[in-house]
């Protein structure tokens, strides 16, 4: 008996040049689209973040008839405070999950009076740097922009 000979299977240099090649230019393509969306996911992730920390504060002011003051901070949120002025009817906790860092690793910053809302709360993430102020990814990120932005 015979036996035939057949080629070896497989790809060529040729034809695994070419795909490499195509899949460069895709890459070339795509990449620089997607690396720019990073920046607007996490500034997505800080509006989210500040509106339900909004919504959370709202229901503790609902309860107790006033937000936290600065120096009860949001995790007034979590765990009844202990210093003046004691809640009357906290009714906590007003989060699900423990407090969480803004996009860029930061802690939100929370004033009671706030400057920008004298009659109400400032909860802010300060972008990029950490720092007040800046502009792009640095930009400050504000309830008060949430709150024009919902309108």
């Not at 989210?48 to 504060?57: H, N, Q, V």
């Not at 939100?108 to 400032?122: A, C, H, K, L, Q």
């Amino acid at each position: 008996m015979r036996r035939r000979w057949r080629p070896a299977g497989g790809f060529t240099l040729i034809e695994l040049l070419v795909v490499m090649v195509i899949l460069a230019v895709l890459a070339a393509a795509v990449i620089p689209r997607v690396v720019g969306r990073a920046e607007d996911a996490k500034r997505a992730r800080a509006v989210a973040d500040i509106e339900s920390l909004s919504t959370a504060l709202d229901m503790y002011h609902t309860d107790n008839g006033d937000y936290p003051t600065t120096e009860q901070g949001l995790a007034a949120l979590q765990q009844a405070p202990t210093s003046d002025p004691v809640p009357r009817a906290w009714n906590g906790p007003y989060l699900r999950k423990a407090l969480s860092r803004d996009p860029w690793g930061n802690e939100y910053v929370y004033r009671y009076p706030g400057e920008r809302n004298p009659d109400s709360y400032d909860l802010v993430s300060y972008g990029g740097d950490g720092q007040p102020g800046g502009v792009g990814k640095d930009a400050d990120i504000g309830n008060w922009e949430v709150d024009e932005e919902g309108e």
